[in-house]
């Protein structure tokens, strides 16, 4: 990864960080609320990836 790149994904965390007034309890409180927002279709991208996935043969 380039110091540039490394750069931009420090500051997109400070800018996530800053959103949140810097309180990791606000920012996964907004997490958990987006996960039960998107309940459902998280189930469904779940059951897809199970159903998708080969048996992994017994050795």
């Known amino acids: 990864m380039t110091d540039e790149a490394i ?3 420090r500051e997109i965390r400070h800018q996530i960080s800053q959103e949140f ?3 990791p309890k ?3 409180a ?3 609320q ?3 927002k ?3 279709q998280i189930e469904l991208y779940q ?3 199970q159903s998708s996935v080969p048996p992994t043969p017994p050795r």
Do not use: P
Request: aromatic share 20%; hydrophobic share 40%.
């Open 21 to 23: 007034d810097h309180d």
């Open 47 to 49: 059951q897809l990836v």
């Open 30 to 32: 907004y997490l958990q």
């Open 26 to 28: 606000k920012y996964l």
């Open 34 to 36: 987006q996960n039960y």
């Open 7 to 9: 750069a931009d994904l």
């Open 38 to 40: 998107y309940a459902a």
